[in-house]
Structures are given as C-alpha cells and as structure tokens.
C-alpha cells in the first residue's frame, strides 16, 4: 500500500526489483522460491522469473509478512530458510551467507539493531518449526513476525554492529518501501 503498485516489477536500474533479488539470491543458494500474496501478483511476475517457483499465499488469508513466511516455509524444499524482501536490491550476499553459517541449531537467526529493532524479513528460519509454530500464531489472530519470534526456540539475535564487517553500511537492510525511497535509492 505504501508503495502505491507491486513492488515486484516495479524497474530501479533498468531492471525489475524482483530481478536484482533474485541476482542476489543465486549468489546464495540454487534453491529460489518466490512467494506472492495472490493468483494475480503471480501471473505478472511468473514471465519475469523463467526457471523459479512462484507460489501464492492461500486465497482469504490476511495479507502481512508472517503468511509470507508461512507460505515460504511450507513450500521450502530446505532444512533452513532464508527470508528476503523484494525490496531491498542493496542486500549483500556475505552477509546473508553468515546468517545461513550460525543457522545449524537455531530455531532463526535474525539481525537486531542497538534499539532492539529487529530485521526478520532478512532472517534465517528452522523452516519446519517456525511453519508449526506460524500456524498457531495465526490461528491465535496476531500476524506480525515478532510474534513468530516470540515462540520460535534458540533464536539467534545476531548484532547489526557484528555484521558491519560484512556490510560496513549496513546497505542490506535499505528497503524501497516508498516511491520516494525508490527515487532517492
């Protein structure tokens, strides 16, 4: 909503974001899923992402991050999953990789900033526990990520601070969630 149109195909750099996601992604892992909250959003993007799974959230579900996720996890053919908005072009694979390298053990590995803000749309996930534990979230009516969190076991909160060694600007957490972000970027 605030970004006014689908940020899917929206074009920063010549190029859709959904584009430079998924150029990040495969600098990651081979294993892409790429998740719509509707039929509609995955009819437009399917011609732009040749060769990658597009899946939609289930019809009637309330559009937010957490049934994002949920449909991701459910989908994922991957032990651990790694979440990333298609919005954010400047994400630094390095850095995304150190998340995947502290997953083993955890329930989610999730960046936090010195005020306690936390990045978990930019976060690794025990796909199948935190799918079992979304389900009862939602179920309870709440749909914010941090409630996920609350319940997820051996979650790793991961220092903004430490990852600026891979990130000395912290660029991969930039998201365009505005036209005007869209034009500044």
Not at 17 to 23: A, S
């Amino acid at each position: 909503k605030r970004f006014g149109t689908d940020k899917f195909t929206t074009t920063f750099h010549q190029k859709p974001l959904v584009t430079h996601m998924l150029e990040i992604a495969r600098k990651i892992s081979p294993e892409l899923l790429i998740v719509v909250s509707e039929e509609e959003q995955a009819a437009k993007i399917k011609p732009l992402v040749k060769n990658v799974r597009v899946v939609s959230d289930p019809d009637g579900s309330v559009k937010s991050a957490l049934n994002g996720a949920l449909t991701a996890f459910e989908y994922t053919s991957t032990q651990y999953t790694l979440l990333l908005p298609v919005d954010a072009p400047f994400a630094q694979p390095e850095l995304l990789k150190v998340l995947i390298r502290l997953s083993p053990g955890h329930g989610a590995v999730v960046p936090i900033w010195p005020s306690g803000y936390i990045e978990p749309i930019h976060s690794v996930y025990l796909a199948e526990h935190a799918y079992s534990k979304g389900l009862e979230i939602i179920e309870s009516g709440q749909y914010r990520m941090s409630d996920l969190l609350k319940q997820i076991q051996h979650v790793l909160y991961v220092s903004t601070e430490t990852l600026k060694q891979f990130d000395s600007e912290l660029e991969t957490f930039t998201n365009l969630n505005t036209q005007k972000d869209l034009k500044m970027a």
